[in-house]
């Protein structure tokens, strides 16, 4: 299984002509990637034959959420998977980076509650004990959890990878992702025993009115101070055709 990251309807699209079976729909992954809105999945689910996981994140930084930011992420998930989404992403730590138990099986209960699946994501890659993290997820009737090997990449995390897909593969689906691409996708899947990667397939488009005279909304780094991301339909492509 081929998940692409995405960031919009139009990223949506691209992965869809690109050969994806699923997408992990967000809205501005500058930030790591937040909650999509309701009416991007409606048409993701409407034109494309896309399995839609959305995300439910309402802001950047880390995963120690308020009561006002926990009550709004219910909120949106619930919206989410009334919008027609396949599941939801999400990921909840306390102070001492652990997983949020209650947090956790609230937001999994409300997701199975529609029948969809509940991932939790790279919120995983900043707990202090994987294997302890991932024995209370699958307490917490998780379905999946997207993880890097607790590493910036997941080929820098392929040890873990495998060593958490030998030992719980078998109860819960575990997806690779970060940095995962063309290139290295099929390796890291023979070296760790995965069947499921999550890639990007990032590529840069200009949009000249990002820089006035006085002000800018730039973003990006050199050399795309002028650009916003995007899925590269190519880039879905070659994944695709690499890893069968």
């Not at 939790?120 to 993880?147: G, N, Q």
């Not at 990449?153 to 063309?182: D, F, H, T, W």
């Not at 099929?186 to 990007?200: D, F, I, R, W, Y």
């Amino acid at each position: 299984m081929i998940e692409i990251c995405c960031g919009s309807y139009e990223d949506a699209l691209a992965a869809d002509r690109g050969g994806a079976e699923r997408i992990e729909l967000n809205s501005a992954l500058a930030l790591g990637g937040l909650t999509p809105s309701a009416g991007c999945v409606k048409l993701v689910k409407k034109n494309t034959g896309l399995k839609v996981i959305s995300m439910v994140r309402p802001r950047g930084a880390g995963f120690n959420y308020t009561e006002a930011e926990t009550e709004q992420m219910f909120a949106d998930g619930e919206e989410l998977l009334k919008a027609g989404s396949d599941g939801l992403a999400f990921g909840f730590l306390t102070e001492d980076r652990e997983i949020d138990r209650e947090k956790t099986a609230k937001m999994a209960e409300l997701i199975h509650s529609f029948g969809k699946e509940a991932v939790f994501h790279r919120a995983y890659d900043c707990v202090k004990d994987p294997y302890e993290a991932m024995e209370t997820l699958i307490s917490l009737k998780i379905d999946r959890v997207l993880t890097s090997g607790l590493r910036e990449k997941a080929v820098e995390g392929a040890e873990l990878l495998r060593r958490l897909q030998a030992e719980y593969g078998s109860r819960i689906q575990i997806l690779a992702g970060s940095g995962v691409n063309a290139g290295n996708a099929k390796a890291l899947m023979a070296e760790t025993g995965l069947t499921q990667v999550h890639s990007s397939c990032k590529d840069w488009r200009r949009d000249e009115t990002t820089s006035g005279e006085y002000v800018n909304y730039r973003f990006a780094p050199a050399p795309h101070e002028d650009d916003y991301d995007v899925v590269s339909e190519e880039l879905v492509r070659k994944l695709v055709e690499e890893t069968r």
